[in-house]
Structure formats: C-alpha cells, structure tokens
C-alpha cells in the first residue's frame, strides 16, 4: 500500500522526466516547457549564455513585449465586474444594489486589482492561469498559483490531482499550529534529516537555507491516504480502492532512499476543488495551453542564431590580418613586433598583404531574422501597427487597419474567455461568500454615501412591504395599500437612523440569489454598448414625454436598461412616491405563491 508521501515524491519526480505523447512525433514535457518559457522570457539560453569558446552568445528577446502587448490587450479591470439583477422588480434590483455595495469592498479589500493583472500576465506568459482560493478568518482571497511551484497532471489540469510546494522557516511553521497544523517538531526534523541525506545532483530545487519545504496536495486521492492522519481517520480507515476529494499538507523525509516517509501537518475531505484553472490556446491532448511565449520558441531559436552568426562575422571583421608566403619574415604581430616606419624585406613575389576578411553573407543574416520577425508578427497577432511602432513609408492605411483589427479580434476573443472565468469564480466563489457574510446578519460594512444611504433604505423598505404582503396572501388575507404603505415608512424610518453604517437582516432577500442576479464582465452576455445607445435614447424620449413610465411595461424595460448601464434603478426613483416595483409587489407575490 502507497502512501501519501510516496505519492508526492512520485508525481514531483514523474513531472519533471516523464512526457506525454500527443501526436506521433510530438513528445510534450510541461516541465520543460515551463523552464523554457521562464529562460526566454528573461533572455536565457537553455544550453547557457556562452558558447563553447566561452563568449557570451547574444540573445535577441522577441518574445517579452509580445507577452506585454498581449497582457495589454486582454488586460481587465474592477470596473469591468458588474452585479446586476436577473429578475424584474424590488428584490432583485435590491439584491444586485446590495451585492455591488459589498463587491466594491470587496475587492479593495483583498486586491483584487492587482489579482486581476496577475492573471493576464501569468495567461499569456505561460499559457493558462491555475487561481486558488482560500476562505479563511472571514475573508476569501484569491491567489494565481505560480506555475514553478506547481505539479500537475500533464493531460488535465483542470481535473487532476494539483500539489502546490512552499517554503517555510520554522519559526513560521509554529504559528500555523493556530490554524491546526500538526507535528511541526516532527516536520522539521524530517526536513533536516532529508536535507542532509539528499546530494544536490543538480537534478532538483533545493530547499534553500534553512527552510521547510512544504507540500499542499489537493485532488481526488484513495481514503487510504487519510489513515492514521488524526483521531477521525483511525489506522485502520478507508481502502485503496475508493476514492474521495481530499487536502493534504506534507513534509517528506528522503534520508531513506528506499523508502520515503514524512509528516502530514493536516488532512482532511474537502466538498469543492480550491482551484480553477483557464488556458490561453487550447490544445487537445495536453492540459497547459499555448501562451505567446511558446508560439515564438522556435522564431526565438532562428533568430538567436542569425544574430550569434552576425555577431561572430563582426567578431572578425574587427580584426585586421596579414598575410605573406615568405616564411622569413619574422613579424608575427605588426602591432607588437614592428615599430613606426620600419622597413620589411620580404622574397620576390611575396609581399605583405591585408586579407579581406568582410561579412560577404552579414545581409542574407539579417534577411533571416527579419523573416522569422516576419513570422512572429503572425503567430502572435502583434503586428507593428498593434504595438504602436511606425509603419514603413508608403504602406497603404487600409492594410494597417486591416492588420490591427485582426489582432484585436483575437486578443477581444481572449479577453472574453476570461471576462467569462472572472464570471465564473464570481458565481462559483465570491458571491456566495458575500451572501454568506450577509446572511450572518453582519452589517454593510461598505462605506455609503448619503444618497446611498436613501437607497438602501428604500430597498429596506420595498423588502419589508413585499415580505408583509406575501405573507398575507399566502394566509389568504386582503392586503390593504395603507398597510404596506405604513410599513415602508417605518423600516426606512429605522434604517435612516443608522446614518451611514449598521444594515442588517438582508437575509430573506438572497434566499435564492443564484435565480436573482447574474455578473457581467465583458459583454460576453450583453452588449453594453448597444444598451448604452439604447438608454441614451431612452432618456431623450422619456425627457420629452415622462407620463410613459407611468406604464408598467415600458417602466420594466426601463429599470432593465438602466442597470444594465452600470446605475441601480433604485437611484431614479423618487422619494416618498409609490414606486413602479412597489406597484408590482401584487405580480411578484403571485409569482412566489405559484
């Protein structure tokens, strides 16, 4: 029977000497090819920066920028990430105003800003981006998972088993026992003991310094694994045979070549996989996808070498060479072995000469890199006009605008994908943790503007008259309008007293929130500017002729178009005036009751 410690070491080890086969002649490593995305990127040659003569080999980077054009172009923001409501009327524009407040705290709270270009530099770098999240102490944070740090299955990422390494001190790992670890003595010992049993072979990171490496290992492992790891799973728990979601926090001890032991600081199942994961560019057959570095590996290869075969031409022609067949001249070095104005007698018919030593072949060269430039515009969609430089004089406008629509096509494709990701760990992740916050009746802790403050009260109010109204239909009873009408007045009455903080009891509200509001990111699902045009024209018409809200069917598709714009309508309806969602309380309660 396996444990977990042999599971790790096998799939570290595995993962850097095994290769997947994708296609008959293409053998995949995801380890190589990660190392060799990191040396390019930061003008590295695999073989090393000298040559066998041990002169430093030129590297022409032609990769770089095109990663930061890319990151540019496919780059989002905060402002992007919109709350909005799925459903017509006082509960659902209520919900969405509400989330949007506790998103916007939110997301300065745990940098969410920097999360996001985090994101598309790690995208297009290397080809996808693995996000792990991690709710702790009341708050969630989100992290992009450095990809060096990383074992994962070559096949599916997204799926496979993710073991994450980290670095800690000892010191560091005695203030995790607060967080449950266990065996922190026992870990560091392991630790030392593996440390100096293993030679440094070249073949593997070592442990720097007098660090712990730690190991996270999440995934969908046999119940084997959990045995003997606490008092809830006893020696005798659980089979190789069946399998279930768990987490692993592990120290290995290698002093044992035959055997690898450790010390587990926790263990435990896990209800969801921590970790998402999106790519740049598909590719059927192997989980990392294919990120801007990795389209240019073999430009950057050819172009690295027409600029060491011009550097060596150079190398050459720097040097001014004699020649002569007397072999009784005895200068070997005319700058060191003859002086100013000295007379050479040399046999008949064996003079002196300088030998032409010029790159004929230096332009053919530099025609090789520039085809292979040539070619790295278009796997990478980073033509000149795109990148800001100035085109050749005489190229026709319309080609240049022909080219940068088409690479702005394909990075709005990109940008739409993960518009379409931050919607789903929205939905998957932070808005279920904002309703969780706000359903432990903690206050709105997001700072409100006076205006706001109204709002909220309003909402509270329209929330309070809906909620008394459905309870007393369902009972069968009339609903009388003076009724709901007091009830508003004293929850906003309530509510304003709070000034600008203190809102609780939105729990009833996110009842059945997944129903209730949806996230917008990039207009993959709305075309905002198409609604914007539309809103535009909506107010002029609506300045023109305001009675037309006064219809409930063209005041419904008002309130869709204005929050669709970015504004709740909540912020247009006026003080102390029945509202058009108020007036639909009588709808929204039938809808329920059925």
């Known amino acids: ?34 190392r060799t995305i990191e040396l390019y990127h930061n003008s590295r040659f695999l073989s090393g920066n000298k040559d066998t003569l041990g002169r430093e080999k030129p590297f022409y980077n032609i990769c770089k920028f095109r990663v930061n054009v890319a990151v540019r172009a496919t780059d989002l923001d905060t402002k992007d990430v919109h709350i909005e409501s799925d459903r017509i009327g006082a509960k659902g524009y209520a919900a969405s105003f509400i989330l949007n407040l506790k998103n916007r705290n939110w997301m300065k709270q745990s940098g969410f800003a920097k999360f996001l270009n985090e994101m598309g530099q790690t995208r297009a770098k290397y080809g996808g981006v693995l996000v792990k999240k991690i709710e702790q102490g009341g708050e969630l944070r989100l992290h992009v998972m450095a990809w060096r740090d990383m074992v994962t299955d070559q096949v599916d990422i997204r799926s496979g088993v993710k073991i994450f390494r980290d670095y800690y001190t000892p010191a560091d790992l005695k203030k995790m026992e607060a967080s449950g670890w266990k065996g922190i003595d026992d870990a560091v010992a392991a630790a030392k003991k593996s440390k100096e049993a293993t030679p440094d072979d070249g073949t593997k990171n070592k442990t720097p310094g007098a660090y712990v490496e730690v190991y996270f290992v999440d995934g969908v492992l046999p119940t084997s694994y959990l045995r003997g790891t606490s008092e809830k799973y006893g020696d005798d728990y659980g089979s190789d045979d069946e399998y279930e979601r768990q987490t692993h926090i592990v120290v290995l001890d290698e002093s044992d070549k035959d055997k690898t032991n450790g010390v587990t600081l926790y263990a435990g199942k896990t209800a969801e996989d921590p970790y998402k994961y999106l790519e740049y560019e598909k590719v059927p057959g192997r989980g990392l996808g294919v990120g ?65 030593n010029a790159p004929i072949a230096y332009q053919a060269f530099k025609d090789i890199a520039t085809n292979w430039d040539t070619q790295a515009e278009r796997v990478s969609s980073t033509f000149g006009a795109i990148t800001g430089e100035t085109m050749p004089a005489g190229t026709p406008f319309r080609q240049v605008a022909v080219l940068n629509q088409e690479a702005g096509s394909l990075f709005e494709y990109r940008r739409e994908e993960a518009g379409e990701f931050i919607r789903e760990i929205f939905m998957d992740w932070v808005l279920p943790f904002l309703v969780k916050q706000i359903k432990k009746d903690k206050e709105l802790t997001a700072t409100l503007e006076p205006e706001e403050l109204e709002l909220v009260s309003e909402a509270l109010a329209n929330h309070e008259a809906l909620s ?14 003076q009724d709901l009408d007091a009830i508003k007045q004293a929850a906003r009455e309530s509510s304003m007293k709070l000034r600008r903080k203190g809102f609780k009891d939105f729990a009833d509200l996110f009842e059945d929130w997944q129903g209730t509001v949806d996230v917008v ?22 300045a023109q002729a305001p009675q037309i809200l006064q219809d409930p069917t063209l005041a419904r598709l008002f309130n869709q178009l204005v929050e669709t714009a970015g504004v709740s309508p909540l912020l247009l309806q006026p003080k102390g005036v029945p509202t058009e969602a108020a007036k639909q309380l009588p709808e929204e309660i039938a809808a329920q009751a059925a």
Do not use: C, H
């Open 292 to 356: 801007v570095v990795e389209d240019l590996f073999e430009a950057q290869v050819w172009t690295n070498y027409s600029e060491k075969q011009k550097k060596d031409m150079l190398d050459l022609a720097g040097k001014i060479l004699f020649q002569t067949s007397d072999s009784n001249v005895a200068a070997k070095n005319i700058l060191t072995d003859l002086e100013n104005g000295e007379i050479l007698t040399t046999a008949a018919n064996s003079p002196i000469t300088q030998v032409n």
């Open 468 to 481: 008394f109204a459905k309870e007393q239909a369902l009972s069968g009873n009339l609903v009388q309008q």
């Open 521 to 542: 990111t990039t207009g993959e699902q709305k075309n905002k500017a198409a609604m914007l045009e539309t809103l535009f024209n909506v107010f002029k018409t609506v």
């Open 1 to 34: 029977m396996s444990s977990i410690y042999d599971f790790v070491k096998k799939q570290r080890d595995s993962y850097r000497s095994d290769t997947i086969t994708i296609a008959d002649g293409y053998e995949f490593s995801q380890y190589e090819t990660l």
